[in-house]
């Protein structure tokens, strides 16, 4: 069963005005965006502050003014607002799913099953998509359900930021939503009104013979469709720029032999065309087709540009028993999603052959099958916990070398553990301490290592001090521990001991 997010901008065009155009409109002033038909003038969309004092959508800008004395009006710009949504739509299809779709005027809409696992599960992907849509400035809404009707209805009639809607349990959710979420015409809504139906539950219990009689097939399909009941398929968009191989079969193919040979057969033909532009592939999708009108989509990332036309089939192929064919599979659609251009380099010429082994390809491997790589690296730091972050697994070095003239731990705790001392201030080493309620007695201790706070980057570390030592209990174990503070003066610490690592 597909699983779809439907992502609504409620007030695309001027968030962005407001924060970052020409004479920005005060955060705490009322905005309205201003739509036209002739000589008639309504709000086309209404930010926080003006819906908090009752405008709302379909209002007359005449009545919005009398209501508010100082609103600030923008005129609509559907041309700029369409070209705004399709590059929204271009960046999720890099980054979420390898089908999205614009979702009329005012969202974006995409197939997630089988790439919400490389996000860390629909709960984290969505708020991770929220999160990084609100730091540009943007307001969304998304939801995740079973249908593209029950996202787009959610997403548009509740206030919730996220909404993940479990497996099987659209119902619920959305009987008691008003039946123009269902995508209705206005008079077929203003019909369906008349008689008294209000609700989607309402209009689910109508028997549906005097119902398509009186209004035609369009609301019992879009009923099903809400529900899931009918498949509604998203037609994801494309760019001249994405490189799109295809093939189509006049009799469906199930068989897994069958489906292997075709995708290599595929893979065969995109590195052709890559080559031709080139280019080399960061991110494919593999999009099956199915008999039932149904999609299924496989990605497939790579660590470095690529087209190696057998490094690519392996990472597809190997995922082949994923592919659910149903009653069979009709078409195969295979899509270079990221590209970046890939130059031929020439072998610097030496009297000694050195093998340079190259790591990317177990690392893709395991990336695509939902693993989260990273290798470490020094940077410039005093601070222990500071002094190595997180990179990429094949990015580049970073050029740091942190050395130190003391020794460090084989193994540096991510927090430093609290510990029980018995030590002379102010400067001496631990006699006994207790950690994870065991007693240890001090029979060697090297130290003190004084490594201050880094004032330039937190102003708070000013006279911010540790003292590090390096000590050995009776049995030979030697820990890493400090004491924060110099031992005399509170400013510098809270003289409380910890341990920050163990040596191997």
């Known amino acids: 069963m597909p699983r779809v997010v439907s992502v609504y901008f409620?007030?695309?065009?001027?968030?962005?005005?407001?924060?970052?155009?020409?004479?920005?409109?005060?955060?705490?002033?009322?905005?309205v965006v201003i739509s036209r038909s002739g000589s008639k003038r309504w709000v086309s969309a209404a930010d926080a502050a003006a819906r908090r004092v009752g405008l709302h959508i379909g209002m007359a800008a005449s009545k919005a003014q009398a209501v508010i004395s100082d609103l600030a009006m923008l005129d609509a710009d559907p041309v700029a607002d369409a070209a705004a949504l399709e590059r929204l739509a271009l960046w999720a299809l890099r980054q979420y799913s390898p089908v999205v779709a614009v979702d009329g005027a005012d969202g974006i809409v995409m197939d997630?099953?089988?790439?919400?696992?490389?996000?860390?599960?629909?709960?984290?992907?969505?708020?991770?998509?929220?999160?990084?849509?609100?730091?540009?400035?943007?307001?969304?809404?998304?939801?995740?359900?079973?249908?593209?009707?029950?996202?787009?209805?959610?997403?548009?009639?509740?206030?919730?930021?996220?909404?993940?809607?479990?497996?099987?349990?659209?119902?619920?959710?959305?009987v008691s939503l008003p039946i123009h979420c269902l995508r209705l015409p206005s008079d077929t809504v203003q019909g369906l009104r008349i008689l008294g139906v209000e609700t989607v539950g309402e209009l689910s219990a109508m028997p549906r013979a005097p119902l398509t009689l009186r209004f035609g097939p369009e609301p019992g399909r879009r009923l099903?469709?809400?529900?899931?009941?009918?498949?509604?398929?998203?037609?994801?968009?494309?760019?001249?720029?994405?490189?799109?191989?295809?093939?189509?079969?006049?009799?469906?193919?199930?068989?897994?032999?069958?489906?292997?040979?075709?995708?290599?057969?595929?893979?065969?033909?995109?590195?052709?065309?890559?080559?031709?532009?080139g280019l080399g592939v960061r991110r494919s999708d593999l999009i099956i087709h199915r008999v039932d009108n149904t999609r299924q989509c496989l990605r497939a990332g790579l660590a470095k540009p690529v087209r190696d036309p057998s490094r690519l089939?392996?990472?597809?192929?190997?995922?082949?028993?994923?592919?659910?064919?149903?009653?069979?599979?009709?078409?195969?659609?295979?899509?270079?999603?990221?590209?970046?251009?890939?130059?031929?380099?020439?072998?610097?010429?030496?009297?000694?052959?050195?093998?340079?082994?190259?790591?990317?390809?177990?690392?893709?491997?395991?990336?695509?099958?939902?693993?989260?790589?990273?290798?470490?690296?020094?940077?410039?730091?005093?601070?222990?916990?500071?002094?190595?972050?997180?990179?990429?697994?094949?990015?580049?070095?970073?050029?740091a070398d942190w050395a130190s003239r003391w020794p460090r731990p084989s193994r540096l705790f991510a927090y430093p553990e609290r510990i029980d001392v018995v030590a002379l201030l102010p400067d001496q080493p631990p006699a006994v301490f207790t950690w994870r309620g065991k007693r240890r007695r001090v029979k060697r201790a090297d130290g003190p290592e004084r490594i201050f706070g880094e004032w330039w980057q937190r102003p708070r570390e000013m006279q911010a001090v540790r003292d590090y030592f390096v000590v050995e209990d009776d049995l030979g174990e030697r820990y890493w521990v400090y004491r924060t503070g110099d031992g005399v003066h509170t400013e510098t610490g809270s003289h409380e001991w910890f341990l920050h690592g163990v040596f191997g």
Request: a negative charge.
């Open 112 to 174: 997630t099953e089988g790439a919400d696992h490389l996000r860390g599960g629909e709960e984290v992907m969505i708020s991770g998509l929220v999160n990084v849509l609100r730091s540009r400035g943007l307001t969304v809404r998304a939801a995740v359900t079973d249908s593209w009707g029950a996202s787009h209805a959610i997403t548009r009639l509740t206030s919730a930021e996220t909404t993940v809607v479990p497996v099987g349990d659209i119902q619920r959710t959305v």
């Open 224 to 277: 099903d469709q809400l529900f899931g009941r009918l498949a509604e398929p998203i037609e994801p968009i494309r760019t001249p720029e994405l490189v799109e191989v295809f093939r189509n079969f006049q009799e469906p193919i199930g068989a897994a032999e069958t489906i292997e040979k075709y995708v290599r057969r595929l893979v065969s033909q995109l590195t052709l065309e890559l080559e031709k532009r």
């Open 313 to 399: 089939s392996k990472l597809l192929c190997d995922r082949i028993e994923k592919i659910d064919p149903g009653f069979g599979i009709e078409k195969l659609v295979l899509v270079a999603i990221m590209t970046e251009p890939l130059e031929e380099k020439q072998a610097a010429s030496t009297l000694i052959e050195e093998e340079m082994v190259d790591i990317t390809p177990i690392v893709d491997i395991l990336g695509n099958r939902g693993q989260r790589l990273y290798r470490m690296t020094p940077v410039a730091s005093d601070v222990p916990e500071r002094s190595v972050v997180r990179i990429a697994p094949a990015a580049l070095e970073t050029g």
């Open 10 to 31: 409620p007030f695309l065009p001027t968030d962005r005005i407001r924060r970052h155009g020409e004479g920005a409109v005060p955060a705490d002033r009322p905005l």
